[in-house]
């Protein structure tokens, strides 16, 4: 349905979550706007400059492909029109200090079997059931909560009911760190499986079990985009445009203004002041809280919106070619001791040991020829901050590359200093985040029912990205897109709706006779 306004939406961002709002609406008629300070799309997707081209520096993996398929499909076009989707038959290639090493694949039963040849049949037993539970989770919260606008407790409650197997992973105190520790006996696949917490930015001994469902969301594939997934933004950025929004790259929103109670203008750091209806905010809600785009949003959101804050991250980008290790698309090198690395992480500091994540870019297809220069993508999970020492770099450098070493992975030349994205970098390149790069810490059972939803309490105020509902990562930032666009043309349809019930001697049938947001 083709729904009319005079004024533009102006969405402020083209992260995911901005690109896909700024799709669904303009192929709803809409005028939009998108306003972005980098001078490219893509937000947390995207890339550094190195010898063998442009590296991904954020994410490097699509799952959940079905939300792009129905995104595209809204754009009248199909993915596989405008990239190239590899599927990764082998979903991770894990590495122990111990020596040992463990594949995990796109096809279960060939986890099963590798994981019996790892760590013996109870194991494989074990991971059989897990599969189940991850399976069912995930059926569980798709349609209430991820797909939903807000999470829908009772249909939670319900699918509880009807399977009671699923209670135990919903109790109040049940970690992820937890349930691992009740679904494996050996503390190699606890560590593994825990590390999901980290996908959205939490511990494992903080964040609810029900993450263990990323378990099932890989399975449903994972794909590499060719040419990097900062492709998949410059496509939707694409798309946007093709539909008729129009994207200004460098330049801020500065400030959201209100008058009588609702958004009526931005302001941006060129001079420009756009006077709008409806503002899709896709930067982290903190920069709401803290004030950054002025006065306008306060009380637009409680500050549990945003608090405590998620994990952050160091993060290499750079070419060299590798010795040593037989590497595939994506490599995880786990240290020994999960509370070495996340206690001091907890406690704001450096981890004593790092699990390291190694994407090496160009093995999406398989490996390359020996000798070739590649692209590779390191991260080491770490406390947000503002502010680092000088001699942090040099600690996490020291975390990172004798770390691989020890694995027998070594580079033929040294990654340098510019090629490192560092918590404070991610602090300044995305203002009020302090470095956290999934917004609100998926602390506790309730994490998903404490994220603010596509509406705020400013009516005309909406947001996208992956600090709302349903929460971070690629598919989910877009997920809240799909919700923001849906909140506005709901509201502009109730508001419209009110107009033309307003009785000819001018008295009105409805009290509310504006586009106001209802209360969530
Ligand atoms: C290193 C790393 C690895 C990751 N790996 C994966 C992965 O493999 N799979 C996965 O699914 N997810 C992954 N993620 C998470 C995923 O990248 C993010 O959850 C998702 O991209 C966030 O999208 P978003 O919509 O929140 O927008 P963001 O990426 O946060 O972008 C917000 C945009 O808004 C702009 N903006 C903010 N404020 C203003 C303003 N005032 N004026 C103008 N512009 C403004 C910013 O410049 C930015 O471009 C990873 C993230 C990182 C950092």
Redesign the pocket.
């Known amino acids: 349905m083709k729904t009319k306004s005079d004024k533009s939406v102006v969405v402020?961002?083209?992260?995911?979550?901005?690109?896909?709002a700024a799709i669904r609406l303009a192929a709803s008629g809409l005028p939009v706007t998108v306003?972005?300070?980098?001078a490219t799309?893509?937000?947390?997707?995207?890339t550094l400059p190195s010898a063998a081209g442009p590296v991904d520096?954020?994410?490097?993996?699509?799952?959940?492909r079905a939300v792009f398929d129905d995104l595209f499909a809204v754009a009248g076009t199909r993915i596989e029109d405008h990239l190239t989707l590899i599927p990764q038959p082998v979903l991770a290639r894990h590495w122990w200090p111990d020596g040992s090493r463990l594949d995990l694949f796109a096809d279960p039963q060939a986890s099963q079997a590798a994981i019996a040849e790892f760590a013996g049949g109870q194991a494989a037993d074990e991971f059989g059931r897990f599969h189940r539970l991850s399976a069912q989770l995930y059926e569980a919260f798709d349609a209430p909560v991820m797909q939903a606008a807000r999470p829908r407790l009772g249909s939670i409650a319900l699918n509880a009911i009807i399977n009671p197997r699923l209670w135990l992973s919903l109790l109040p105190r049940m970690t992820l760190a937890r349930q691992m520790a009740r679904s494996f006996a050996d503390p190699r696949l606890r560590q593994l499986f825990g590390r999901y917490a980290t996908?959205v930015g939490g511990a494992p001994d903080l964040s609810p079990a029900v993450l263990a469902l990323i378990w099932a969301a890989e399975q449903r594939g994972v794909w590499a985009v060719q040419g990097g997934?900062h492709r998949l933004a410059q496509v939707m950025a694409g798309l946007a445009t093709g539909l008729g929004a129009s994207i200004t790259y460098g330049?801020?929103?500065?400030r959201i203004e209100r008058q009588g109670g609702r958004v009526t203008a931005i302001e941006?750091?060129d001079g420009r002041t756009l006077a709008c209806d409806q503002v899709v905010?896709?930067?982290?809600p903190a920069?709401l809280l803290a004030g950054?785009?002025g006065n306008g949003p306060q009380g637009a959101l409680t500050p549990q919106a945003a608090h405590p804050r998620s994990l952050s991250?160091w993060?290499w980008a750079f070419a060299a070619t590798p010795q040593g290790a037989d590497l595939v698309h994506h490599n995880v090198f786990f240290c020994a001791d999960a509370a070495r690395e996340f206690g001091p992480i907890g406690k704001g500091q450096m981890p004593d040991e790092a699990t390291l994540y190694v994407?090496a870019q160009d093995r999406a297809a398989g490996p390359p020829d020996p000798g070739t220069v590649e692209r590779f993508?390191i991260?080491m999970n770490a406390p947000p901050k503002t502010t680092q020492s000088p001699g942090e770099i040099l600690q996490c450098r020291n975390r990172t590359f004798p770390q691989l070493a020890r694995f027998g992975l070594t580079f033929d030349l040294p990654a340098q200093d510019a090629a490192l994205?560092t918590p404070q970098g991610?602090s300044h390149?995305?203002?009020?985040?302090q470095g956290s790069?999934?917004?609100r810490s998926p602390v506790g059972i309730l994490a998903s029912f404490q994220r603010p939803g596509a509406r705020t309490q400013l009516p005309g105020l909406y947001l996208?990205?992956?600090?709302?509902h349903p929460?971070?990562?690629?598919?989910?930032?877009?997920l809240?897109?799909r919700h923001a666009a849906e909140a506005i043309l709901s509201d502009l349809t109730s508001a419209s709706t009110s107009h033309r019930m307003v009785m000819p001697g001018g008295m009105s049938t409805v009290s509310r006779t504006t586009g106001s947001a209802p209360s969530r």
């Open positions: 402020i961002g083209a992260g995911i979550g901005g690109l896909s306003i972005e300070a980098q799309p893509g937000g947390k997707m995207r520096a954020g994410p490097t993996v699509l799952t959940m996908y997934m330049v801020w929103a500065r941006l750091s905010f896709n930067g982290d920069a950054l785009l991250a993060v994407c993508e991260i994205t991610f390149l995305f203002p009020g985040s790069l999934y917004g996208a990205g992956g600090g709302a929460g971070a990562g690629v598919p989910m930032a877009a809240s897109g």
